[in-house]
């Protein structure tokens, strides 16, 4: 089936490093996808989405980069915070209304 | 001010309880959804609605019944409670259901069935 998947369970990095967060997904229809951070106890929070009309969208220290020749997703963070540390997921519209989420990735930030 | 909160935040009880989840949003948003994360983080959709009329609703036991009062308002509850329901069950709410809208999440309820 189809499915969103992630590269690495575990990231860690040092604070002040990039960190890159890479997502796999197999929808052809997906034409919106999302990056969304979960800190522990908390829901998902909105960091940045991207449409499939483009490959690249940045935000504040963030980046998302989008290459539909391979399915590949992924989400840059430049200069890597101790605050950074969560869950990440990407999520995939699949060209519908609902929302599928890939397994998600822990970033951890050493100090 | 909080503008998707859920209540409580923990639930503990025993199997075969029936309980209920309740959520409510300040956004003025039309779609409210339901979500469940496993152990693993897997987070998975449930029910999804619009405007109080159901919009999606994924292969869910049908011991679970979402109740939306009003399109502030998406209650979720479970009946007769099993082990396997042990999971955060998260609320999010979005603007027009569409697929290029935000979700907004809540914190989160976090169920275990003893």
């Known amino acids: 089936g189809e499915s969103v998947g992630l590269h690495l369970p575990t990231l860690s990095v040092q604070e002040g490093d990039n960190s890159i967060i890479n997502c796999a997904y197999s929808n052809s229809a997906s034409d919106y996808f999302i990056w969304y951070k979960q800190e522990s106890g908390k829901g998902p929070q909105f960091i940045i989405d991207?449409?499939?009309?483009?490959d690249k969208r940045q935000g504040q220290r963030v980046t998302v980069l989008l290459n539909k020749t391979v399915k590949h997703l992924s989400l840059q963070i430049a200069a890597t915070q101790p605050g950074d540390s969560a869950v990440y997921f990407c999520?995939?519209?699949?060209?519908?209304?609902?929302?599928?989420f890939g397994t998600g990735t822990q970033l951890k930030v050493e100090l | 001010d909080t503008a998707v909160s859920q209540t409580p935040k923990y639930l503990v009880t025993q199997m075969g309880n029936d309980k209920s989840i309740k959520c409510e949003q300040n956004l003025g948003h039309d779609t409210m959804y339901w979500y469940k994360q496993d152990s693993k983080k897997f987070l998975k959709i449930m029910f999804s609605?619009?405007?109080?009329?159901?919009?999606i609703n994924e292969t869910v036991p049908n011991r679970f019944s979402p109740k939306s009062p009003d399109k502030a308002h998406l209650n979720l509850h479970i009946n007769s409670l099993e082990l396997g329901d042990s999971a955060v069950y998260f609320c999010?709410?979005?603007?027009?259901?569409?697929?290029?809208?935000?979700?907004?999440f809540g914190p989160g309820t976090r169920l275990t069935v003893l």
């Open positions: 609605y619009n405007n109080k009329e159901l919009i």
């Open positions: 999520a995939d519209s699949g060209g519908g209304n609902k929302l599928t």
């Open positions: 999010a709410s979005s603007q027009a259901g569409t697929s290029t809208d935000t979700q907004y």
């Open positions: 991207i449409r499939s009309n483009m």
